[in-house]
């Protein structure tokens, strides 16, 4: 038993969503695309799960978030994809993949060969087990990761109403789940073993402030330890948190924000990894011409950076979709994905972005006790990341072009100074054209559209020079013959 397609996407999370999109915009004929889930439901907007689904009032509910509203486009329901002739295989689990055979087997025995395979398999929440820790199958211990999480740990949250949460983790999900469960009048304490939180991107400065932020809404911190094990009752639930500081908090539920793993299993052997995922070139092609990989499970070559990285957002997951499609597509009109790093966050009344790289030395610009500020980060003499919290939609746009720019910084004190109004400037100024590679015939010039590098356009200069000159000299010798 099987069925054949010529194009499959593995994984049901956002990366799949914003391909299949871009799939039908490029003329893909009904039948020719399935995406293949373990999720029961089509692909949804993940970022919903940790902000607006944990709201206590007019909660985010599907189909609300379904892919792909997050950059405005229509909203793909499970209507959309049978509209488009998109086959959904959900609620299926893939057993193995023979990447040279070009085929898939489900854990029912079904086979699905395709002719193009995009992985968009992401990554699953790392657990307590990985860490020498038991106690992720208690009722009011909670990950989240996926939709049956999101909703495991509304129904925990519904059932601890002025109870005690405990947090493990100081990233991405502690801090935004921290943020829903304080606003669903629970009272909450962070523990992490780093000395702030979102060690991973803020600086201490920066770091301090959400802090105190966090605090003024009842949220406590346990910094510098980590969780030992748990204290249950006689039906199994946990009632008490121990730390390896030897400190013991009261818990009601618990809610484990741990990191993340790619789910790169199925390929390893097969595939190249690398930086913890499948390595991938400016196309998205794999080490296999036949297979792209898109989204967290993809380690691709980041141009700003100057080296290859995995990155955990939904931003890198939609645009590397987008990018992988058109590559797949129109081989011959796609270039190298060029990403600019983009990661943001919204808890209470703050948001923030930021766009490129946190290394070298960071510059933090404006009012620390007021709602907007921010930093750049320098490295060699140039400006490599913007963090900005507060700001309106010209002035993130700004930043974003700034960092993508990478323009020369001599004097951070003078930087500092200038603050926002940096970024503001250096993304108004008139950038130069790109310079256009020239070559001449027998006809005459002939104009291609590739950039040249500058030696280049040297060369080309000094080539045109050359043509004038002679042409000069040989019409004046003509006369005189």
């Given at each position: 038993?099987?069925?054949?397609?010529?194009?499959?996407?593995?994984?049901?999370?956002?990366?799949?969503?914003?391909?299949?999109?871009?799939?039908?915009?490029?003329?893909?004929?009904?039948?020719?695309?399935?995406?293949?889930?373990?999720?029961?439901?089509?692909?949804?907007?993940?970022?919903?799960?940790?902000?607006?689904?944990?709201?206590?009032?007019?909660?985010?509910?599907?189909?609300?978030?379904?892919?792909?509203?997050?950059?405005?486009?229509?909203?793909?329901?499970?209507?959309?994809?049978?509209?488009?002739?998109?086959?959904?295989?959900?609620?299926t689990?893939?057993?193995?993949?023979?990447?040279?055979?070009k085929?898939?087997?489900?854990?029912?025995?079904?086979?699905?060969?395709?002719?193009?395979?995009?992985?968009?398999t992401?990554?699953?929440?790392?657990?307590?087990?990985?860490?020498?820790?038991?106690?992720?199958e208690?009722?009011?211990?909670?990950?989240?990761?996926?939709?049956?999480?999101?909703?495991?740990?509304?129904?925990?949250?519904?059932?601890?109403?002025?109870?005690?949460?405990?947090?493990i983790?100081?990233?991405?999900?502690?801090?935004?789940?921290?943020?829903?469960?304080?606003?669903?009048?629970?009272?909450?304490?962070?523990?992490?073993p780093?000395?702030?939180?979102?060690?991973?991107?803020?600086?201490?400065?920066?770091a301090?402030?959400?802090?105190?932020?966090?605090?003024?809404?009842?949220i406590?911190?346990?910094?510098?330890?980590?969780?030992?094990?748990?204290?249950?009752?006689?039906?199994?639930?946990?009632?008490?948190?121990?730390?390896?500081?030897?400190?013991?908090?009261?818990?009601?539920?618990?809610v484990?924000?741990?990191?993340?793993?790619?789910?790169?299993?199925?390929?390893?052997?097969?595939?190249?990894?690398?930086?913890?995922?499948?390595?991938?070139?400016?196309?998205?092609?794999t080490?296999?011409?036949?297979?792209?990989?898109?989204g967290?499970?993809?380690?691709?070559?980041?141009?700003l950076?100057?080296?290859?990285?995995?990155?955990?957002?939904?931003?890198?997951?939609?645009?590397?979709?987008?990018?992988?499609?058109?590559?797949?597509?129109?081989?011959?009109?796609?270039?190298?994905?060029d990403?600019?790093?983009?990661?943001?966050?919204?808890?209470?009344?703050?948001?923030?972005?930021?766009?490129?790289?946190?290394?070298?030395?960071?510059?933090h610009?404006?009012?620390f006790?007021?709602?907007?500020?921010?930093?750049?980060?320098?490295?060699?003499?140039?400006?490599?990341?913007?963090?900005?919290?507060?700001?309106?939609?010209?002035?993130?746009?700004?930043?974003?072009?700034?960092?993508?720019?990478?323009?020369?910084?001599?004097?951070?004190?003078?930087?500092?100074?200038?603050?926002?109004?940096?970024?503001?400037?250096?993304?108004?100024?008139?950038?130069?054209?790109?310079?256009?590679?020239?070559?001449?015939?027998?006809?005459?010039?002939?104009?291609?559209?590739?950039?040249?590098?500058?030696?280049?356009?040297?060369?080309?200069?000094?080539?045109?020079?050359?043509?004038?000159?002679?042409?000069?000299?040989?019409?004046t010798?003509?006369?005189?013959?």
């Amino acid at each position: 038993m099987g069925r054949a397609f010529v194009y499959v996407i593995l994984g049901g999370g956002v990366a799949a969503g914003y391909a299949a999109l871009e799939f039908t915009r490029r003329g893909v004929s009904p039948g020719e695309l399935c995406i293949i889930s373990e999720e029961p439901v089509a692909p949804y907007e993940r970022p919903a799960l940790s902000k607006g689904f944990l709201l206590p009032e007019s909660p985010a509910r599907l189909p609300s978030f379904h892919t792909c509203v997050g950059a405005n486009e229509e909203r793909l329901t499970p209507k959309w994809y049978k509209e488009h002739g998109v086959e959904l295989v959900l609620g299926t689990r893939v057993k193995s993949v023979d990447v040279r055979r070009k085929k898939l087997l489900t854990a029912t025995g079904e086979t699905i060969s395709y002719k193009i395979l995009l992985i968009a398999t992401g990554a699953r929440a790392l657990k307590l087990e990985e860490f020498g820790l038991n106690g992720s199958e208690a009722e009011n211990v909670c990950y989240l990761r996926d939709l049956a999480d999101a909703n495991g740990l509304v129904n925990a949250m519904q059932s601890c109403a002025g109870g005690n949460a405990v947090v493990i983790g100081g990233g991405y999900i502690g801090m935004e789940c921290a943020a829903s469960l304080a606003i669903n009048k629970i009272n909450v304490t962070m523990v992490f073993p780093e000395v702030h939180c979102m060690a991973r991107l803020f600086t201490p400065r920066i770091a301090s402030y959400y802090e105190e932020y966090y605090q003024s809404k009842g949220i406590k911190f346990v910094k510098g330890t980590v969780l030992s094990s748990f204290e249950f009752d006689s039906n199994g639930k946990v009632t008490a948190v121990n730390l390896r500081d030897g400190n013991q908090l009261p818990a009601d539920l618990v809610v484990v924000g741990i990191g993340i793993r790619p789910n790169t299993s199925l390929f390893e052997g097969q595939l190249t990894l690398e930086k913890g995922g499948i390595k991938v070139n400016g196309k998205l092609q794999t080490s296999m011409d036949s297979v792209y990989a898109v989204g967290d499970v993809a380690a691709f070559p980041v141009k700003l950076c100057g080296e290859t990285r995995r990155l955990e957002h939904v931003d890198s997951a939609r645009k590397s979709a987008k990018h992988a499609v058109a590559a797949i597509m129109e081989p011959e009109k796609s270039g190298e994905f060029d990403y600019l790093p983009f990661f943001y966050s919204r808890v209470f009344g703050l948001s923030w972005q930021f766009y490129g790289d946190n290394v070298g030395e960071a510059v933090h610009f404006g009012d620390f006790s007021g709602t907007t500020f921010g930093a750049y980060w320098i490295n060699k003499g140039h400006l490599v990341g913007s963090f900005l919290e507060g700001g309106t939609k010209e002035e993130y746009e700004a930043i974003a072009t700034a960092t993508k720019l990478k323009p020369p910084v001599e004097d951070l004190t003078e930087l500092e100074q200038q603050g926002l109004n940096f970024a503001l400037t250096v993304s108004k100024k008139p950038q130069p054209a790109l310079p256009i590679e020239v070559s001449h015939s027998i006809s005459g010039l002939i104009i291609l559209e590739k950039p040249a590098y500058a030696w280049h356009a040297t060369v080309g200069v000094v080539l045109a020079a050359s043509i004038a000159g002679f042409a000069y000299w040989y019409g004046t010798r003509r006369k005189r013959w």
